[in-house]
């Protein structure tokens, strides 16, 4: 016991860098800050007058190209999958990289690149809402036993919460007091009408490699009755 004590206080403290602050940025960041396990490297968002009051300035991160002059461990994306698109390779090769919005992984092309650059370094995918996510891995990788063959993820949520594009958005307004089924199809078609509210699907497809983006249906709802 006396040794395990020993150990721990001479343990580093794992540096994290978040990018984005918004309500689960914000969440870390304070978690970070009262942790004796971690400390935090740096803060990045796009509208940087948010973090003024709530960050010190010398954690702030304005440019995200710049983020190993803070030696992060890891580096934690809860911004926009355009994140990952654009800085998820630089920043695996440089250190381990979490994705707080796996719907960036329907581009396979993409997901196929970060695996590449995960070799030395850790691509973690949180499960989020997705309860159940290592059960369906497991029936997933079950082999030739095929034990999982179809996989279904419905997400309702109230028409104000839903960040749509393209036709959903004008399907969205149309949604009076019922609710509204504005999309059941394939997860890869709706990652890209839908990245803010899909990434319980875009996990599900993640841990169900055998069916993928393309093999997994996602339902999205919208419910005026949901809370908002």
């Known amino acids: 016991m006396e040794g395990n004590t020993k150990r721990n206080l001479f343990q580093k403290k794992r540096r994290v860098g978040i990018l984005g602050y918004g309500n689960l940025g914000k969440f870390l960041a304070t978690k970070i800050i009262e942790s004796s396990n971690f400390e935090l490297a740096f803060v990045w968002n796009r509208t940087k007058v948010v973090l003024e009051e709530c960050i010190e ?71 989020g809402a997705l309860w159940g996510g290592e059960d369906i891995r497991k029936m997933s990788d079950s082999g030739i036993l095929q034990v999982l063959q179809s996989l279904t993820v419905t997400m309702k949520k109230h028409p104000k919460s839903l960040k749509l594009e393209g036709y959903l958005k004008d399907k969205n307004a149309e949604v009076r007091n019922e609710a509204v089924v504005l999309y059941k199809g394939s997860v890869l078609d709706v990652c890209a009408l839908a990245p803010h509210n899909t990434n319980t699907m875009a996990a599900a497809a993640i841990a169900a490699p055998n069916l993928g983006f393309k093999g997994v249906t996602g339902c999205l709802v919208s419910d005026p009755k949901c809370c908002g």
């Open 57 to 127: 300035s010398c954690v702030v991160l304005d440019n995200i190209s710049d983020f190993k002059s803070r030696t992060p461990d890891i580096v934690v994306e809860v911004a926009h999958p355009s994140v990952t698109k654009n800085y998820g390779k630089r920043i695996l090769e440089y250190c381990d990289y979490m994705i707080g919005s796996p719907t960036a992984l329907s581009d396979e092309f993409l997901f196929e690149e970060l695996k590449a650059a995960a070799r030395v370094n850790g691509l973690y995918v949180p499960s």
